[in-house]
């Protein structure tokens, strides 16, 4: 069974950074595309980056200069690296083998939050 943990949420100052990772289980992780999605209270799920199995990349608008998703293949994790955090990128952070449309996800992890406040 393919399975995420995600971790290293918390809570951070506008301007501040945080290191977030996907954990993956069950499965080799190389082959696949990995997502990150976000859902802030009271809104829709949303794509917040994508990496491909090649290393390509790609970033929402909204985070694009801030963020960059990486992968350790051999440590079979996958990392967002948040930095100049706003208030609005407060919600749960979920990771899985899909890029941007959320509705192709079959089952999401834990999710681990991230909090952006004085």
């Known amino acids: 069974q393919l399975q995420f943990v995600e971790s290293g949420g918390g809570l951070v100052q506008p301007g501040g950074s945080l290191r977030l990772s996907c954990a993956a289980s069950?499965?080799?992780?190389?082959?696949?595309?990995v997502g990150w999605f976000r859902q802030a209270p009271g809104k829709k799920r949303e794509g917040v980056s994508c990496?491909?199995?090649?290393?390509?990349?790609n970033y929402a608008d909204s985070v694009k200069g801030r963020f960059t998703i990486s992968r350790d293949n051999a440590k079979n994790t996958v990392y967002l690296q948040m930095n100049s955090l706003k208030p609005e990128d407060t919600a749960v952070y979920y990771c899985?083998?899909?890029?941007?449309?959320?509705?192709?996800?079959?089952?999401w992890g834990q999710g681990t939050q991230v909090t952006v406040s004085s």
């Open positions: 899985a083998t899909v890029c941007w449309n959320q509705f192709d996800v079959g089952s």
């Open positions: 990496i491909r199995a090649s290393g390509n990349t």
């Open positions: 069950g499965f080799t992780l190389d082959r696949y595309a």
